[in-house]
Nanobody, 127 residues
């Protein structure tokens, strides 16, 4: 089972950009469906973006559609979240998650589908 480490969080002004990375240990990254979730203070964790093991299929939450882009580089065991046009309401701890799915090129959008989680990285957007 992989272990996940997020990086790239920080403080940015509204309208700015950040790129988060999620690096996985192990040699079987390409069999994992991956996702990004976020949790703002006082709120439940919510789905942000998901990507299939091949990277050929992605899915975005309506709240970030057109502003955020998920991608992955299986050769580098890394998934990315490019966040543009950031808003104060994007402030949250961002988590990456993984689920081994073998040969199926699928995406999951619910927390319960994932069984491996990173420790989270803080993103703060100032107005």
């Amino acid at each position: 089972q992989v272990q996940l480490v997020e990086s790239g969080g920080g403080l940015v002004q509204a309208g700015g950009s950040l790129r988060l990375s999620c690096t996985a240990s192990g040699r079987t990254f390409s069999i994992y469906a991956m996702g990004w979730f976020r949790q703002a203070p006082g709120k439940e964790r919510e789905f942000v973006e998901g990507i299939s093991p091949s990277g050929g299929r992605t899915y975005s939450a309506d709240s970030v559609k057109g502003r955020f882009t998920i991608s992955r580089d299986n050769a580098k065991n890394t998934m990315y979240l490019q966040m543009n046009s950031l808003k104060p309401e994007d402030t949250a701890v961002y988590y990456c998650a993984a689920k081994a799915v073998g040969g199926f090129d699928i995406i999951f959008t619910t927390q319960g589908a994932y069984n491996v989680w990173g420790q989270g990285t803080q993103v703060t957007v100032s107005s």
